[in-house]
């Protein structure tokens, strides 16, 4: 195998979105009195927080709930405010189905930690056979280490092939392949590339991408979470509108702080006050000499 076939970069794939049955929505609106509602939101899995935040406190119109005089209207304003206002669970009924491709089992070891609103599902080591021992292509390999990561794989490859002979492995049948696959998988490297599916909703995302993206974050799982974090803020704007890319490649959330956002701004009057007066006494002082 070719140093350029041994290492390589992981992959994201999005298979699956949130769908909306328009009907049933509609049924259910006419139900409530709320026929004449609708949302500017640009896919379904920006307009089910909405939906749901709505349906709380039944805030589709003026008039449904007594207790409410006012709504908010349009789907960016809706779920800023419900960022804002820390309202996540609306948020866990949408859900993204992500497939990562070539990634470590440093990777996955990593990525099942997260269990709450998550599905998972992994490549079995048990059934799929072992043909070669990619790596990930970490910036920090140097030429040398790369041959030598190369040799070690290249090595265990050979006794993966010695050993599948001296089981007669492709003459078993399956019940006798998957045992033989399972006992061979035991010398593999920790390392060895392989896919898992994985299934997460928006607001385990906002937990998780914040998390995994830090300059403290393993290298491989930083880089898969950068790509996740472009995704979504790309196809769900409104719902990531609040989570930024630092000069670090950090995805943060920026929580709003009115207290905080005041104190900026009286520091930077008081900084451009000074700077006018620092500007008219050294004028004052060029006109004295």
Known sequence: MTQ???FRKPQVFIIGMPVVNYIELYKYLTAIGAQGWSSDASNAGQLLPEIYGRLCYRS?????NKN?????EGNEAYLANINKSGHGAVLEHSNVNFIFHDVSRVFTHELVRHRVGVAISQESMRYVRLDDFKQYDD???????????????GYLENMIQELESSYD?????????KKITSLLRRIAPCGILTTIGWTANFHTLRHVIPLRTSVHAETEIREVFDEVAHK???LFPNAFSDMKRNDDGEWKIEYPDPEKDALKKRVDELVAERSWLAEALDKARGGDT
């Not at 492995?169 to 392949?177: G, L, T, Y």
């Open 169 to 177: 492995v492709d003459n078993q049948k399956f019940s006798i392949k």
């Open 4 to 6: 350029e076939h041994r």
């Open 139 to 153: 910036s920090l390999l140097t030429t040398p280490a790369k041959s030598m990561f190369d040799m070690a794989c």
């Open 232 to 234: 979504m803020t790309l």
């Open 60 to 64: 589709f119109g003026v008039g449904l």
């Open 68 to 72: 409410v005089t006012k709504v908010r």
